[in-house]
């Protein structure tokens, strides 16, 4: 279900784009994902800052202003009859030449869209599976490491790889052996009364639900240590957790050779509670 989208600024319920685009033909563009709570984006700034941020790195500017954004998602919920959603913005370099350098093109194609979603209930109340997987790994001097491309053919792989070894999620280490993150959510865990996760500088995103996460554990007397760590030390982890927009915390309950614990703990279900009470759900 797409319903009413918006493409560059004009709301419509036909969603097409040039066959030219560079979105389509190289994934030569950027996107975020951003969930709807009672028909509003949540932390729509956060999102959009990484969003510029990684415009910036592909050498092009955001052809919108954030209210403009900000007003058409509350249009389009409207619109679509959405209250609990998700919202996909994607901001492409448009239509060019034939082949990959970037000095003839057009100006920038920009699409949201907005649709229903609700969490996994048994995920989330049951936690996940996650399965290491080797033959993709997290370059921390890659100049998109922190860039959310819709070039995701490794998270494709990642995934997919995982799914076939009977897991939800993929365990993604850097390419010097540290845990980095799941295929599509960051890592956390927690040892006694610590909450850890892999730091930015081992390639991963710097996630939106991250940061608020890592905030309210800090605001609510959590002790939080972000590092670079060997996959052996979750052996000795007392929960585990993941995040990401949608799946908010996500308790996982197996690590394939190096976590198992069924059940949420105490510093997760404190962590989700607090996530809960921010969104206003």
Same mark, same amino acid.
């Given at each position: ?23 389509? +033909? ?6 975020? +994902? ?32 954030? +209210? ?61 599976? /996650?399965?290491?997987?080797? #033959? ?39 390419? #010097? ?44 007397? /959590? ?16 929960? /585990? ?14 690590? +394939? ?9 105490? /510093? ?14």
């Amino acid at each position: 279900m797409n319903g009413f989208v918006i493409i560059n600024g004009r709301i419509t319920e036909n969603l097409k784009i040039s066959l030219n685009d560079r979105g389509f +033909t190289l994934g030569d563009g950027l996107f975020e +994902t951003i969930p709807l709570y009672e028909g509003l984006p949540f932390l729509l700034d956060e999102h959009l800052e990484r969003l510029q941020n990684g415009a910036k790195k592909l050498w092009f500017s955001l052809p919108f202003e954030a +209210t403009m954004v900000a007003d058409g998602i509350v249009a389009l919920a409207k619109r679509n009859k959405v209250k609990r959603g998700v919202v996909r913005l994607t901001l492409t370099r448009g239509c060019g030449a034939r082949g990959y350098a970037v000095r003839e093109y057009g100006d920038p194609t920009w699409i949201i869209t907005v649709n229903p979603y609700l969490p996994d209930e048994k995920k989330q109340k049951d936690g996940i599976t /996650v399965a290491p997987i080797v #033959d993709i790994r997290k370059d921390p001097k890659s100049p998109f490491a922190n860039v959310k491309s819709t070039s995701a053919l490794d998270k494709v792989y990642a995934m997919e790889t995982a799914k076939r070894k009977n897991a939800d999620e993929a365990l993604l280490t850097s390419l #010097d052996g540290y845990l980095a993150s799941l295929a599509s959510a960051n890592l956390f865990w927690v040892m006694g009364s610590v909450l850890y996760t892999p730091s930015l500088d081992c390639g991963i995103l710097a996630g939106v639900t991250r940061g608020a996460i890592l905030k309210l554990a800090l605001d609510n007397g /959590v002790e939080v240590i972000e590092g670079k760590y060997n996959p052996d030390v979750l052996k000795e982890a007392d929960e /585990v957790f993941a995040s990401n927009s949608l799946i908010e915390v996500q308790t996982v309950k197996k690590i +394939t050779g190096l976590f198992e614990n069924a059940g949420n703990g105490a /510093v997760t279900k404190k962590l989700s509670e607090l996530y809960q009470k921010l969104t206003g759900a």
